[in-house]
């Protein structure tokens, strides 16, 4: 079983940056990939970027390519997303979640446990 809490979220102006964190419960979070997904009003949830469990490879939704990295730290049991360069269109609900095995993943059916959100928003 894995807890999963996000923080850091907040108000920013365009091309601003946030660092969200992702702290996690259990004894197993390096075991673990873990993921960042967001969902605006009125849009379904969509994927931003995956890491595995190792931190050894990362995966990006192509809107945040060069602007978003996404970061762990096992030890802690921490996820990180550092947000650059924001745009209004970042605007959302941010979550992260966890994937047992050893790969990468995009899709929200692979990820088994999710944090309750933390939302962004970006004026222009």
């Known amino acids: 079983q894995v807890q999963l809490a996000e923080s850091g979220g907040g108000l920013v102006q365009a091309g601003g940056w946030l660092r969200l964190s992702c702290a996690a419960s259990g004894r197993t979070f390096g075991s673990y990939a873990m993921g960042w997904f967001r969902q605006a009003p009125g849009k379904e949830r969509e994927f931003v970027a995956t890491i595995s469990w190792s931190g050894g490879r990362t995966y990006y939704t192509d809107s945040v390519k060069g602007r978003f990295t996404i970061s762990r730290d096992n030890a802690k049991k921490t996820v990180y997303l550092q947000m650059n360069s924001l745009k209004p269109e970042d605007t959302a609900v941010y979550y992260c979640?966890?994937?047992?095995?050893?790969?990468?993943?995009?899709?929200?059916?692979?990820?088994?446990?999710w944090g309750q959100g933390t939302q962004v928003t970006v004026s222009s």
């Open positions: 979640a966890a994937a047992g095995g050893i790969g990468t993943y995009d899709s929200p059916s692979m990820y088994d446990y």
